[in-house]
């Protein structure tokens, strides 16, 4: 061992040099073409009121028809009474990769006379995913690969007013970033001038700095210098102004996505005109993996490490008369429902 231990690294480096190629580099294309058979997960939250454009603008990031509006709704579902969830899963394929995209849409959100506690029920949606993976992942017999159906990314839709955040904009984005990752956006931002659009964001980030609400990318997942430089930069155009639209148009001689106005086309992949190309770099080309990283090894850890304490915790409160310890916001009771075997007990509420 001590002998081992005075060898350096330049030294080793050297016998490589003298004996030939080894191969650990191949590893890198082990995982790439493990990678590519698996195939890749990933689900999107879009939250805001209606009218904001949510289903255009997904269609308009991946360039296809995966919103649920590409089925018409029925005339019981034109007016939710009630804020609901409603996902929609796609098999998208591109250059070999393969990914199974679910798009997770809330219609009735913002949409009452009384919006009092409607972030709840996304609170409880995004926790019983969490639940359901847990539950996976605890069996004795569980599966190779558990289906990950947590929301790795929430996009929330501030309607352009110019003014400021409502309060049910910040109550939402206080309580749900501290379970998912949040990327807020200005909805429909060819509404806006561009300086009514740079006033409308710095009054944005005044709020969420008031309110102390940590939106995606968070400052404190930073891994190192270089990613700190890449995420200060996407944090100073944070709330994206955006722009929707799965119409082409013909400008210059090329067929490009816009918007037509009277004034001329609204260019959406323009960086001049709106910043949806930001979002979509963000969302897809540099920061997918890290999304999900984050919600993996942050946000369910946290959700796993409160619900696995509840077995004990609960017992010890109920025989002090007080009432049972919630995961995440949420009472169990109203997230599980199903027993998590031995491992972890339901609220009896």
């Known amino acids: 061992c001590e002998a081992y231990a005075s060898v350096s690294p330049t030294d080793i480096r050297q016998s490589w040099a003298e004996f030939g190629y080894v191969g650990v580099d191949s590893v890198l294309e082990q995982m790439r073409r493990k990678a590519m058979k698996q195939g890749f997960e990933l689900n999107i939250m879009a939250v805001g009121q209606s009218g904001l454009g949510k289903s255009t603008l997904i269609n308009t990031l991946f360039k296809s028809k995966v919103s649920r509006r590409s089925v018409k709704p029925d005339d019981e579902e034109r007016i939710p009474k009630t804020i609901e969830i409603k996902s929609i899963s796609h098999d998208i394929?591109?250059?070999g990769v393969r990914m199974k995209l679910t798009v997770i849409d809330t219609p009735g959100f913002g949409d009452q006379i009384n919006n009092e506690n409607c972030w709840q029920p996304i609170m409880k949606f995004i926790n019983e995913q969490y639940e359901q993976y847990l539950q996976e992942e605890i069996n004795?017999?569980?599966?190779?690969?558990?289906?990950?159906?947590?929301?790795?990314?929430?996009?929330?839709?501030?309607?352009?007013?110019g003014h400021c955040l409502r309060p049910i904009d910040i109550e939402f984005m206080r309580h749900l970033s501290k379970v998912v990752n949040i990327v807020p956006i200005i909805a429909k931002a060819d509404t806006l001038t561009l300086e009514e659009r740079d006033f409308f964001r710095q009054k944005i980030k005044e709020d969420l700095r008031a309110n102390e609400i940590e939106v995606y990318p968070q400052k404190e997942f930073?891994?190192?210098?270089?990613?700190?430089?890449?995420?200060?930069?996407?944090?100073?155009?944070i709330p994206f102004a955006v722009v929707g639209s799965d119409q082409e148009y013909q400008v210059n001689g090329k067929r490009l996505l816009g918007r037509r106005t009277r004034w001329g086309t609204v260019e959406v992949e323009n960086t001049a005109h709106c910043e949806f190309a930001y979002l979509r770099d963000l969302l897809i080309r540099t920061h997918m993996q890290n999304l999900k990283d984050i919600t993996s090894s942050i946000h369910y850890e946290v959700y796993r490490v409160r619900r696995l304490n509840e077995d004990s915790t609960q017992t010890h409160d109920e025989e002090d008369g007080h009432p049972a310890v919630q995961a995440n916001g949420i009472p169990g009771s109203e997230i599980c429902h199903t027993a998590l075997s031995d491992l972890v007990t339901q609220d009896p509420a």
């Open 93 to 95: 394929e591109e250059k």
């Open 140 to 161: 004795i017999n569980r599966k190779k690969r558990i289906p990950d159906t947590r929301v790795h990314c929430c996009i929330y839709f501030i309607p352009p007013t």
């Open 222 to 237: 930073d891994e190192d210098a270089e990613d700190r430089v890449i995420n200060d930069n996407i944090r100073e155009k």
